[in-house]
């Protein structure tokens, strides 16, 4: 399978389109490969990108704080998902009214200004991320997970915000360029290893490729089999990112343009061993990839 974000990589701030990438996606598709979105962004929004590539699979979302399984993409029911519109739910974070009472309570007490989300009408989370009124709609819809911004930011205010909110089992990751995300869940190493688990009882172990941009990625990249950095346009990859995964594979161009030629080259390198092995009816390069044993 195919695990991957998508800002920054399949999907670039400000762009819509995807046909850039149309040919990478029917390669994977024509495969049966399954693309697995594992994102920060809302269920709404992902639902929304499912919709438009057709997509029956499971996702994370919110930087882990849920794992979603629509109906069909399993032969069961995973034993910890509860009902949810569309499928099943596996959560691993708080509620996000909790997330944000805490966030207030915490920025009142330390005298922090910020700007919530929670606060915010649909038009000013528009101007707030700078995406059209339906994208905003989707982005509003939040379950577990606070986006804010801190007013007149300083880097000794940030500093006691953060350590406070992690008295409170709180913790942040940056958000752009000007704004933050606050989360009871560690990251998406959890979900993604309950996506392995369920996916093993199913049908095997699966062989993952791991698409991330960014060192919030590298938590649950440690946990694929192949790691793959998309480079970004406005800056070079984090040597510490590197430094935490020195197998990782960066990508030669930067954003959807990388993720689509490392789709081909990754991808394509893994089942062209089993090409062979097919071709020549031989079992000598059975061992090139985990892939064979793998239902679609």
Request: proline share 5%; glycine share 8%.
């Amino acid at each position: 399978m195919v695990v991957t974000d998508i800002d920054g990589s399949l999907l670039e701030p400000g762009t819509r389109s995807l046909h850039d990438e149309r040919a990478a996606l029917d390669f994977l598709t024509a495969r049966g490969i399954p693309l697995i979105v594992n994102s920060s962004r809302t269920r709404a929004q992902i639902e929304r990108l499912h919709k438009t590539l057709h997509l029956l699979t499971p996702f994370i979302s919110e930087h882990g704080s849920a794992l979603f399984v629509p109906h069909g993409c399993f032969p069961f029911t995973p034993e910890r998902a509860r009902p949810a519109l569309g499928g099943g739910v596996i959560e691993f974070g708080r509620r996000y009214h909790d997330v944000v009472d805490a966030l207030r309570l915490t920025s009142r007490e330390l005298a922090v200004e910020i700007v919530g989300f929670a606060e915010l009408t649909i038009q000013d989370v528009a101007r707030e991320l700078g995406v059209a009124i339906v994208e905003a709609q989707l982005a509003k819809l939040r379950e577990y997970t606070e986006l804010f911004r801190i007013v007149d930011e300083k880097d000794a205010m940030r500093s006691r915000l953060f350590k406070a909110l992690r008295r409170r089992g709180l913790r942040c990751w940056r958000a752009g360029a000007h704004h933050y995300l606050v989360t009871a869940t560690a990251g998406c190493a959890g979900s993604l290893r309950m996506l392995k688990a369920i996916w093993r009882q199913a049908w095997d172990d699966p062989f993952i490729i791991g698409f991330g941009d960014s060192e919030d990625d590298v938590t649950w990249l440690k946990h694929v089999d192949v790691a793959i950095i998309v480079q970004s346009h406005r800056a070079c990859v984090p040597v510490s990112a590197l430094s935490k995964l020195p197998a990782a594979h960066v990508t030669r161009l930067p954003g959807r343009q990388g993720w689509s030629d490392a789709v081909f080259e990754f991808v394509g390198g893994l089942l062209t061993p089993r090409a062979q092995t097919q071709s020549t009816g031989g079992s000598q390069n059975r061992t090139h990839s985990r892939a064979d044993t793998r239902p679609p």
